[in-house]
């Protein structure tokens, strides 16, 4: 259990170092982030009432749209000189490898969820109402989509068509979270009288199950 | 009849999808027929039976 | 079993194969017979104004829309079993039913969306309704499996395609129970409260025909099945046949002493 964790912790350093000194995701998905967000404003008619009305929808879709970025990038760091193949030698257990991965992907994907949150109330005018609830579905939903996200990018890995592959292979499958996540904000900016708790519920098994089925799912994958 | 239009379109949409699927997967499978020899045409065999080499 | 379905070299289909093709098309044209033919209109007169309500004819393509539905949760349940089969016992049998039940599977499903479609116009008055259970997990059932489709069309390698395939599958199989469930809870709404007022009734001719319509598009299963997964199976040995050739060449380059064909230059 030590050595996996520590596996994983290794892993995960190296992807987020790599983006520390590369600044991919900082420089270039954030601004993808804010940019979807004025999209939305142009596209709905800059309406603020239509906007906080749709803003959980909205934020969610941006927070989808910079996963798919986030993980494409993930891919593309073991593609260079063949680190893929070095990690698998080097007799590291896939699931740790996975979980290593997920780990620094869940990382980028709350720090953009932070910066969409201050883009909503800012350019929407969103008012948090129940920070813990947010917090909490934020940490969830981006627990699922970094893990599905993660299988679903080894599952495209190696492939020319990677980029217009990963989006309809992975989209589909994180619709729960899409709804589910989208629920637990309405209540959370107090935008309509559901139990966003009871949402949470259905995110958390989502993130359970991502997590658990991506690693093992992820040893059949790597091995050759 | 009525909603005519309706029936003709869902019936005609499904039954054409359907004819030209299978005359495609038929086609396909002539052409490669024609390429594999006929001594490893026959996939007669039990799941796991040919394992052996393959797969 | 082997006497029927061996071939005789030229095609996919075999004795077995064309007594259920002709079972199939019998099946089809007697169907049509009842659904068009025999059946009654859905009509109904209104409690309190009298007037005639309900599907009328459109009723006829329920005969069809069903059966869909029903054989393309086989098809893809088939697929889903074939895949663990696969990860489980790693045989090209499991492996090439997985593709050839996901591929008739994505057919009957996408048509699934376009019969429903088609008979909500009339009787719903609406070609799609967002927040109905049934449809938003068909819609998402069927973008996944043509995710699967061109995930095994994009990648070269057999064992890859195969095993990259099967996570796919299982994966997609698991999410739908999550997706059924999330639709469900969202809104709470599905269109069979609007449709409550008045129940198709489902008298002895209707519920034969429905009977009828299961029968038939399982027999169009099983043939398409049938067929794709010869295909799918001669598309290995192809594939095999073509790099044991290749081999079978340059070995007899190298016996004859050509270096350059043996290395594959020079050609």
Same mark, same amino acid.
């Given at each position: ?8 912790? *290794? ?6 170092r790599?983006e520390?000194?590369?600044? =991919? ?21 800059a309406?603020?009432?239509? *906007? ?13 749209l910079c ?24 007799g590291?257990s896939p699931?740790?490898?996975? =979980?290593?991965?997920?780990?620094? =992907? ?24 129940q920070?813990l ?9 981006? =627990?699922?989509?970094?893990?599905t996200?993660?299988?679903?990018g ?15 292979l992975?989209?589909p ?29 259905? *995110? ?11 690693? *093992?799912?992820?040893g059949?994958l790597?091995?050759? | ?42 996939w ?12 | ?7 005789? /070299? #030229? ?6 194969s064309?007594v ?33 309500? /309900? ?8 005969y ?14 088939? !697929? ?26 994505? @057919?009957? !499903? /996408?048509?699934?969306? @376009? ?10 008055? #609406? ?14 059932l069927?973008l ?10 994009? #990648? ?16 997609? $199989?698991?999410?739908?129970?999550? $997706?059924?469930?999330s ?21 002895d ?12 598009? /399982? ?39 050509? $270096?350059?064909?043996? $290395?594959?230059?020079?050609t």
């Open positions: 259990m030590n050595r996996f964790l520590a596996d994983a912790r *290794l892993v995960a350093a190296k992807d987020l790599i520390a000194r590369s600044r =991919v995701v900082l420089n270039q998905v954030a601004p993808f982030a804010l940019l979807v967000l004025v999209l939305f404003g142009f596209a709905l008619d309406d603020q009432r239509t *906007l906080r009305a749709f803003a959980p929808g909205l934020f969610w879709v941006a927070v989808l996963a798919l970025l986030a993980v494409q990038r993930s891919v593309s760091v073991e593609q260079a000189d063949g680190a893929l193949t070095g990690l698998r030698l080097s590291m699931a740790a490898l996975f =979980v290593g991965k997920a780990a620094a =992907v869940f990382v980028q994907l709350v720090v953009l969820e932070v910066l969409l949150t201050a883009g909503i109330i800012v350019l929407y005018g969103s008012e948090i109402e920070p609830l947010v917090v909490a579905t934020g940490v969830l939903a981006a =627990v699922a989509v970094a893990c996200g993660t299988l679903y080894a599952l495209a890995s190696g492939l020319g068509v990677r980029e217009t592959l990963l989006p309809i992975l989209l499958v994180l619709a729960p979270v899409l709804i589910g996540a989208t629920r637990a904000f309405d209540d959370a900016l107090g935008n309509a009288a559901v139990d966003g708790w009871a949402w949470l519920g259905l *995110l958390a098994v989502f993130a359970v199950v991502a997590t658990a089925g991506g690693a *093992l799912a992820h059949a790597v091995e050759e | 009849m009525t909603h005519l239009g309706y029936l003709i379109a869902g019936w005609g949409i499904a039954l054409g999808t359907f004819a030209v699927y299978a005359l495609s997967v038929v086609r396909r499978g002539r052409d490669l027929a024609r390429r594999v020899p006929a001594e490893r045409s026959r007669l065999t039990a799941p796991g039976a040919d394992a052996g080499n393959r797969g | 079993m082997t006497e029927t379905m061996a071939t005789n /070299g #030229t095609t996919t289909g075999s004795r077995g064309r259920l093709g002709a079972a199939t098309l019998l099946g089809l044209a007697t169907l049509l017979l009842f659904a068009f033919g025999l059946t009654e209109a859905d009509i109904r007169l209104h409690p309190t104004t009298g007037e005639e309500i /309900g599907q009328f004819d459109a009723v006829r393509l329920l069809l829309h069903v059966p869909l539905a029903v054989f393309t949760y086989v098809a893809f349940v088939l !697929c889903a079993f074939a895949s663990a089969g696969y990860l489980i016992r790693r045989t090209p049998w499991f492996d090439t039913m997985a593709h050839a039940a996901a591929e008739v599977g994505t @057919v009957f !499903c /996408g048509l699934v969306l @376009v019969t429903g479609s088609i008979w909500g116009r009339p009787v719903w008055n #609406t070609w799609w309704e967002w927040g109905d259970v049934r449809l938003m997990t068909t819609l998402v069927f996944m499996f043509t995710g699967y489709l061109a995930l095994r069309r994009a #990648t070269v390698d057999p064992r890859a395609a195969a095993r990259r395939g099967a996570v796919v599958a299982l994966v997609a $199989v698991l999410d739908l129970p999550l $997706v059924n469930r639709v469900e809870w969202w809104e709470n709404r599905t269109l069979h409260q609007k449709s409550t007022l008045g129940e198709l009734k489902i008298q001719l209707t519920l034969f025909t429905l009977m009828l319509g299961f029968l038939v598009f /399982g027999l169009v299963l099983a043939w398409l099945l049938l067929h794709r997964f010869r295909v799918g199976w001669l598309e290995r040995e192809d594939a095999e046949h073509g790099i044991a050739a290749d081999i079978a060449e340059r070995r007899a380059a190298i016996d004859e002493g050509d $270096v350059d064909a043996a $290395v594959g230059e020079g």
